[in-house]
């Protein structure tokens, strides 16, 4: 019982800063994803005030979060946009993988860790937030703009290929052999394939099953079956967050509209918690002594994220701002970076001791500043720069009458 009261306080103290913090960063326009991980530093492993007791709670909680803003993602398109996207995408994941995970591979080269932690490390570095970047996307209400596709697309390759990723990895560091490594990679394959041709094949039946008309029914049948899904593609290796995407692509019509509606104020609580929960398991005292490694990663790679974002939004047709903001978007590293970072801390071999720290380091580094750079487009004296820009380019040459 004195647990339960702990736990009470502890949740509800937790949440009302919260709140105070998400109407504070409201107040001056700016996102509250930095203030919620600020908080969770300071009431977590190494922070002014540890909260033991809630620890448990907000790891579940955390998860559910990053499901929830995937599956309201997946809401927004449907399974042919997504099939359209990823095609029209996949030079855009190929450039993706290269700009951003030789960085991190070369990096740990360069440090002198062996070529398992820069395996480790190029996954790291390649792999954008999906929580932190939906989040974003909703807080500055990009949703619907033209370059959002092209977003949405390079995160879905990069989660479709850690279903490849992650197996391969987990081998490496357990030391199983090849062969058990290929089949945990044929399980991962065949998962994706099957949940996408469902989600495509038969999208319209799973809508019908839900009704529109009843908000308590079709809310527990949606969440119900995004957790359900989530869960189920995470056992089987591949990304939760891949499954939760899916689910949403397969709802369409009157369904996926109601279910946004019912959805918006749960994945607004959820995804506050993910990034408190992100703070609270990170320990202050274990990021001075690779700060200044970890920092200049995150310039070296946020450059290159940008890069990835502007030329995959200008080979989809999309005008300068808008590739802009697209490469802005994509620079914050998050969920996928972590679990990466705590399969080598878990590994039976041994793989840097450092590792954990600069990652760490790193991609709060990147969170943090993520959702400020992607403001930055909108900014009035960022507008008049793209306007002098575009002024100063040379005009495009005029064909010669026949």
Do not use: C
Not at 89 to 94: D, I, N, Q
Not at 97 to 103: D, F, G, I, S
Not at 202 to 211: C, D, E, K, T, V
Not at 352 to 365: D, N, P
């Amino acid at each position: 019982m004195h647990e339960t009261t702990t736990l009470l306080v502890e949740v509800g103290a937790l949440l009302l800063l919260l709140g105070l913090l998400g109407r504070l960063s409201r107040r001056f326009g700016v996102s509250p994803i930095p203030l919620y991980l600020l908080a969770g530093l300071a009431f977590g492993t190494g922070g002014i005030l540890p909260l033991n007791a809630s620890e448990e709670f907000f790891a579940i909680g955390a998860e559910i979060g990053v499901i929830l803003l995937l599956v309201m993602l997946g809401l927004e398109y449907s399974a042919s946009e997504l099939v359209g996207n990823l095609r029209s995408a996949a030079p855009a994941g190929l450039i993706d993988a290269l700009l951003n995970a030789l960085p991190g591979f070369a990096f740990a080269l360069l440090l002198g860790w062996g070529w398992l932690a820069a395996v480790v490390l190029a996954g790291v570095t390649w792999v954008s937030s999906s929580g932190v970047i939906a989040k974003v996307l909703g807080d500055l209400g990009r949703v619907g703009n033209r370059e959002t596709p092209v977003i949405l697309s390079v995160l879905v390759i990069e989660d479709l290929a850690m279903a490849l990723y992650l197996p391969l990895l987990t081998a490496l560091l357990a030391g199983i052999g090849l062969i058990k490594g290929g089949m945990a990679l044929a399980v991962a394959v065949f998962t994706v394939i099957a949940v996408l041709f469902v989600a495509i094949r038969y999208g319209h039946l799973i809508s019908s099953a839900l009704s529109a008309k009843d908000p308590e029914a079709l809310l527990l049948g949606v969440l119900g079956l995004t957790l359900l899904v989530a869960g189920a593609a995470a056992k089987l290796q591949v990304s939760a967050a891949v499954g939760a995407f899916l689910v949403g692509i397969a709802l369409s019509g009157p369904v996926a509209h109601h279910a946004t509606e019912l959805l918006s104020p749960l994945r607004d609580l959820f995804a506050a918690v993910f990034f408190v929960f992100f703070g609270l398991v990170t320990d202050p005292r274990d990021m001075p002594p690779v700060l200044l490694p970890a920092l200049a990663l995150a310039v070296v790679t946020m450059g290159t994220k940008l890069l990835t974002g502007y030329l995959a939004a200008r080979r989809a047709g999309i005008a300068e701002p808008g590739r802009w903001r697209a490469g802005f978007a994509l620079t914050p590293r998050g969920e996928f970076s972590i679990v990466i970072a705590g399969l080598a801390v878990a590994a039976a071999q041994p793989v840097e001791s450092k590792l954990a720290g600069l990652a760490t380091a790193y991609v709060l580094i990147t969170v943090v500043t993520g959702p400020l750079l992607a403001r930055l487009p909108d900014m009035p004296w960022f507008k008049r720069w793209l306007r002098q820009r575009v002024a100063a380019r040379p005009p495009a040459p005029v064909p010669a009458p026949e």
